[in-house]
């Protein structure tokens, strides 16, 4: 295949694939002002359901006008050889492929950042700050971006530096290095992500002493669930939406709720939405999560190692010295068609397991809790309670509400 072929692939592959996104997300749009389902009445009142209408219009407009932006981004930075450009840079700086590799992505993820920003700050503090969610202070926001760059210039730096090192000296063999140097990295960061990543950004406390650690724990004894770590994130120090969490393996087990969380909802509800938590954990889902991951990052990694050496992938992106990274980035964007697929799997599993975490909780402890906690927290975040089918299908992780409920409320 001829680099000018290959460029015309890459070209279509992201038009493509903006077009399809586009059209789901039109179509989903159009659904916004469906009837409310009879099971679901009770979530909004009128005022409140006004609101989640125009909250829903105004982030689907600021989506297409954000991702509009960002694929003709893409496009102009492709046709213009941008790509060419910023390699020159790095090559002009250093004659190690460590080290240019290094700056030709610390360029184009701190560019891409610095550009995409305006459209953050938008978001956080124009949409989010208008309909009452947004918690975060100017300081906090540019903190966060300031850690998250860091984070991803140390962790993220450091990976593609070991990435790099294996393509030279194990060559097309890179792949077996590169997985489990990965596979090793994702079990760490699931044990102790909690530990010593979340408190870079979150305070986490142990949940006090009183009756709802007691409702909790009684729980947990009756489910033959060991549970030591319960902690309260401050999560409103960012948004008043709320969520709650289980991660850890063995000692390092834990689950956390957001304070959020706990202001919006009564004890039972809480306590319902942990039976779910550990419905994940008696299920398994987190292992076996844990295992897709590592085997899809291993055929990824496989099937790079087959084409990142070619000369063609270099040129079709206007780079005339065959490189690793350069080689990278052509075969992230031809491999995308295949995450979209890896990515619909991966989304089936996940609706189906959030069905099984359900059930679980209704069999141990309590559905109608379960159903009044994830009705006010669908109210509470205005989240929209008529998706199109074809848009869940896609781009949730999670049943509908309506799917949940109904589920709920059924016997197996």
Do not use: C
Request: glycine share 6%.
């Amino acid at each position: 295949m001829s680099p000018q072929t290959l460029f015309y692939i890459i070209i279509a592959i992201i038009i493509i694939d903006f077009v399809i996104d586009k059209i789901l997300d039109t179509i989903n749009a159009k659904h916004f002002d469906d009837p409310v389902p009879e099971e679901l009445a009770d979530v909004y009142d009128d005022e409140k359901y006004e609101k989640s209408q125009r909250y829903k219009k105004e982030r689907y407009k600021f989506g297409l006008i954000t991702s509009t932006f960002s694929v003709l981004l893409t496009l102009g930075f492709i046709l213009l050889d941008g790509f060419a450009f910023v390699d020159g840079i790095a090559r002009n700086i250093s004659d190690n492929p460590i080290v240019i590799a290094l700056i030709f992505f610390g360029i184009i993820m701190l560019g891409s950042d610095i550009i995409m920003t305006p459209f953050s700050w938008y978001s956080t503090f124009v949409i989010e700050e208008k309909y009452g969610f947004n918690k975060t202070t100017k300081g906090t926001f540019i903190l966060d971006k300031l850690k998250g760059l860091g984070m991803m210039a140390l962790i993220g730096g450091g990976i593609l530096a070991l990435i790099v090192w294996f393509y030279q000296i194990a060559g097309d063999n890179f792949w077996w290095y590169a997985w489990i140097l990965v596979a090793v990295f994702s079990v760490f960061m699931n044990m102790f992500y909690a530990r010593l990543i979340v408190p870079l950004f979150n305070k986490q406390t142990p949940l006090k002493d009183g009756s709802l650690r007691s409702k909790i724990e009684e729980y947990a004894r009756s489910v033959g669930f060991k549970l030591d770590n319960i902690f309260v994130i401050d999560g409103s120090k960012r948004s008043t939406k709320a969520n709650a969490y289980f991660s850890g393996f063995g000692r390092e087990k834990r689950i956390t709720l957001y304070d959020t969380l706990i202001n919006d909802l009564e004890e039972e509800e809480i306590v319902a939405v942990l039976a779910h938590e550990v419905g994940h954990y008696k299920k398994n889902h987190i292992v076996v999560n844990l295992i897709a991951s590592v085997l899809t990052t291993g055929f990824t990694l496989w099937l790079l190692s087959i084409f990142v050496g070619s000369p063609v992938l270099s040129e079709a992106l206007g780079v005339s010295q065959p490189s690793f990274h350069i080689g990278l980035v052509a075969f992230g964007i031809l491999y995308s068609p295949i995450s979209e697929i890896t990515g619909l799997i991966m989304n089936y599993l996940s609706r189906k397991y959030e069905y099984q975490a359900d059930n679980y909780a209704k069999t141990t402890y309590n559905g109608d809790f379960l159903i009044s906690s994830l009705k006010k927290l669908s109210r509470n975040t205005l989240s929209n309670l008529t998706p199109h089918q074809a848009y869940v299908f896609v781009h949730y992780s999670h049943p509908s509400l309506l799917q949940r409920y109904r589920n709920l409320k059924s016997r197996f």
